[in-house]
């Protein structure tokens, strides 16, 4: 359980504590999640689990905090993706299959699903797209696109050392926040637009 007067918590809040570190982990919710709320949240999630020492505690002598929490983030990420797939399979009674052919709109969960998934594969394009020189990068997204493992993982898969795990994986967090950024941009730009075609309307509507 949660448990802040733990020593492996008293050292993760020290880390919490220090400038940029709330950032950035903030910044590998969002490049896993998508979206701000939904990285906000993960984020959240994440750094509880990391003070519950029964659950994903940091202790020194291992990892760096930040690539503990790396794994963290992923693993939440994996952990409510499950969760979520696992309650859209729940039968209802067909109540919902019902509603959805009567009114040919997919229910709200379901569309958060659906933009979110085509979020993921359309930054993860452009990540590709970015790493196309980088060999060792693409291997590394290829090995965690279906599953989650540890760098020891990943290194005895790929033949790597686990160093060249981590160096790889900061290349790729360092080209995804790039792409991510890029990509909230274009929708600050978008959404922008929006709100300005929005207002004009409504002026024009009260124009006699």
Do not use: C
């Not at 760096?64 to 983030?73: A, G, I, Q, R």
């Not at 409510?80 to 067909?94: I, L, M, T, W």
């Not at 997919?106 to 993921?120: I, N």
């Amino acid at each position: 359980m949660f448990d802040p007067g733990a020593p492996s918590s008293v050292l993760a809040i020290a880390e919490l504590n220090k400038p940029g570190t709330m950032h950035e982990i903030h910044g590998i919710a969002l490049l896993r999640s998508g979206h701000e709320e939904d990285a906000k949240d993960l984020a959240m999630v994440s750094i509880a689990r990391v003070l519950d020492p029964d659950d994903l505690p940091w202790h020194l002598g291992g990892h760096t905090f930040l690539v503990h929490m790396f794994s963290v983030v992923r693993q939440t990420w994996y952990r409510q993706r499950r969760k979520r797939s696992a309650r859209s399979e729940v039968p209802d009674g067909g109540e919902a299959q019902d509603n959805t052919a009567n009114d040919g709109e997919l229910p709200d969960a379901e569309v958060a699903r659906k933009r979110e998934f085509e979020t993921q594969r359309m930054l993860g394009e452009r990540l590709l797209e970015r790493l196309a020189g980088d060999s060792d990068a693409v291997r590394l997204l290829e090995q965690q696109k279906t599953r989650d493992l540890e760098p020891s993982e990943l290194a005895a898969a790929l033949g790597w050392t686990v160093d060249k795990v981590r160096a790889t994986q900061k290349r790729i967090a360092y080209h995804g926040e790039i792409v991510l950024n890029e990509w909230k941009a274009s929708e600050e730009r978008r959404m922008k637009a929006l709100r300005e075609r929005a207002t004009k309307a409504s002026g024009e509507e009260g124009t006699p």
